[in-house]
T-cell receptor, first 118, second 114 residues
Framework: GAVVSQHPSWVICKSGTSVKIECRSLDFQATTMFWYRQFPKQSLMLMATSNEGSKATYEQGVEKDKFLINHASLTLSTLTVTSAHPEDSSFYIC??????????????FGDGTRLSIL | AQSVSQHNHHVILSEAASLELGCNYSYGGTVNLFWYVQYPGQHLQLLLKYFSGDPLVKGIKGFEAEFIKSKFSFNLRKPSVQWSDTAEYFCAVNAGMGRRALTFGSGTRLQVQP
């Protein structure tokens, strides 16, 4: 079945560092990928929609200059947390949907990246 | 905007007990409904989905869910749980035309005791 790979799975870094998270669709092309954030004991919240070849669409309250998204190819989207601070510590998950083919398709999720900012 | 409510935050059951997890959504139009499961240390996996047709949907591992439009509900059920069903369960909604991101409920942690 379709697989979405996310890397790294866990990163710990100092405050002020920029961190890049990769999301790859391994056996299908995804024109759209989604980035979610999950705080402890809370649900997933959509941060942004990553569109191949164009600008990402950010949800209200998400700073686009803080969370840079690049979707340079049909199989790769990256999320860069710039100048990360402790409040950015969270679990980030990406997802991708297989090509529609005329029917709705569910999303496939990556394993997530646990980001800890010291 | 749509929202999803999962009223059971933490459920503890013994093996072989029956399970029902509640999910209610708020959206007046056409919806697609999903249940995802996240086993400890693993990524989200799709359990089942409803797009149209028979409102009783059967998924993997013996799970099923019933879409009741009048109640805006999509409850998840399993007749007899196993210890391996211990996980977090998320209900999600994809509503409206052209919007393909999911809105998730807060999740229900299921703990099955042997």
């Amino acid at each position: 079945g379709a697989v979405v790979s996310q890397h790294p799975s866990w990163v710990i870094c100092k405050s002020g560092t920029s961190v890049k998270i990769e999301c790859r669709s391994l056996d299908f092309q995804a024109t759209t990928m989604f980035w979610y954030r999950q705080f402890p004991k809370q649900s997933l919240m959509l941060m942004a929609t990553s569109n191949e070849g164009s600008k990402a669409t950010y949800e209200q309250g998400v700073e686009k200059d803080k969370f840079l998204i690049n979707h340079a190819s049909l199989t790769l989207s990256t999320l860069t947390v710039t100048s990360a601070h402790p409040e950015d510590s969270s679990f980030y998950i990406c997802s991708a949907r297989e090509p529609a083919g005329g029917k709705n398709q569910p999303q496939h999720f990556g394993d997530g990246t646990r980001l800890s900012i010291l | 905007a749509q929202s999803v409510s999962q009223h059971n935050h933490h459920v503890i059951l013994s093996e072989a007990a029956s399970l029902e997890l509640g999910c209610n959504y708020s959206y007046g139009g056409t919806v697609n409904l999903f249940w995802y499961v996240q086993y400890p240390g693993q990524h989200l996996q799709l359990l089942l989905k409803y797009f149209s047709g028979d409102p009783l949907v059967k998924g993997i591992k013996g799970f099923e869910a019933e879409f009741i439009k009048s109640k805006f509900s999509f409850n998840l059920r399993k007749p007899s749980v196993q210890w391996s069903d211990t996980a977090e369960y998320f209900c999600a909604v994809n509503a409206g035309m052209g919007r393909r991101a999911l809105t998730f409920g807060s999740g229900t942690r299921l703990q099955v005791q042997p």
